[in-house]
């Protein structure tokens, strides 16, 4: 099972789970593997999901301020 490193390859390896999944034909261990990866995957957009709508919820309430540690870092460099 590889891990998806970003969101898009997350959703993209879900689809493919989902359509192994519905095109049936397939044994009953690997249909239970890939049910779990496909659990991994969910898991795994929630948890950006989330992350990004807490994110865009302190933009929205403090529209004005930046992110303070981008600043940062591009200075540092």
Not at 29 to 47: P, R, S
Not at 65 to 77: K, L, S, V
């Amino acid at each position: 099972m590889a891990r998806a490193k970003t969101f898009e390859e997350a959703m993209l390896r879900l689809e493919e789970v989902v359509d192994r999944l519905d095109g049936g034909d397939i044994p009953l261990e690997e249909t239970i593997k890939l049910y779990k990866e496909g659990m991994e995957m969910y898991e795994f957009c929630q948890k950006k999901l989330q992350l990004v709508e807490g994110e865009l919820k302190l933009l929205v309430v403090n529209p004005e301020e930046e992110e303070p540690e981008e600043e940062n870092r591009e200075t540092e460099e």
